[in-house]
T-cell receptor
Framework: GAGVSQSPSNKVTEKGKDVELRCDPI?????LYWYRQSLGQGLEFLIY????????KSGLPSDRFSAERTGGSVSTLTIQRTQQEDSAVYLC??????????????FGPGTRLLVL | DAKTTQPPSMDCAEGRAANLPCNHS???????VYWYRQIHSQGPQYIIH???NNETNEMASLIITEDRKSSTLILPHATLRDTAVYYC???????????????FGTGTRLKVLA
């Protein structure tokens, strides 16, 4: 079946411009996560959506970052007034509905963002 | 949040067992340990998880110490395709909603040598 998809796969932008990154989770998955991975670094948690609950935004690095999830499916991560330090791979992951331990995250291929 | 500590890199000869350690000394009683790996330019891939018992699946084995402060991921017969960054992750529960957040460390870069 279809996995998590992200678009665009690559994005080059100029400093100060806004960018939107899109994530299409696996159908039926109610949990959605955004992570950031800078070059040579581990994954940094950004934000988490679960169903209709208020999202956990505790990982967003600044107020230039925001995300929304419409209709409990597609999510968009927006970075306003991009800075060079925002250059990274942005990964999205989804997970089925459950509170059990067996459900794992399924990751998309990521969007590689380069801010010039 | 519980954090994990892993060696930054390891080498392993092809066909030998790869043993990847992880320290999670501040883990709480209801927090699971997950392992994912990330092959170059791809998204992370689930390997295995456990709470306190040792676990085995078709990919790997997970050995968790009795005090749960550390664990070891074992790839029994490493192949060149196992070259990747391996992440040991603690899954933190949202006590009010019963759902979960995953805290990634910096991972171990495993290189399998021919």
């Amino acid at each position: 079946g279809a996995g998590v998809s992200q678009s665009p796969s690559n994005k080059v932008t100029e400093k100060g411009k806004d960018v939107e990154l899109r994530c299409d989770p696996i159908s039926g998955h109610t949990a959605l996560y955004w992570y950031r991975q800078s070059l040579g670094q581990g994954l940094e948690f950004l934000i988490y959506f679960q169903g209709n609950s208020a999202p956990d935004k505790s990982g967003l690095p600044s107020d230039r970052f925001s995300a929304e999830r419409t209709g409990g499916s597609v999510s968009t991560l927006t970075i306003q007034r991009t800075q060079q330090e925002d250059s990274a791979v942005y990964l999205c992951a989804s997970r089925p509905t459950s509170t059990g331990p067996r459900e794992t995250q399924y990751f998309g291929p990521g969007t590689r963002l380069l801010v010039l | 949040d519980a954090k994990t500590t892993q060696p930054p890199s390891m080498d392993c000869a092809e066909g030998r067992a790869a043993n990847l350690p992880c320290n999670h000394s501040t883990i709480s009683g209801n927090e699971y340990v997950y392992w994912y790996r990330q092959i170059h330019s791809q998204g992370p891939q689930y390997i295995i998880h456990g709470l306190k018992n040792n676990e085995t699946n078709e990919m790997a084995s997970l050995i968790i110490t009795e005090d749960r402060k550390s664990s070891t991921l074992i790839l029994p017969h490493a192949t060149l395709r196992d070259t990747a960054v391996y992440y040991c992750i603690v899954r933190v529960a949202y006590t009010t909603s019963g759902t979960y957040k995953y805290i990634f460390g910096t991972g171990t870069r495993l290189k399998v040598l021919a």
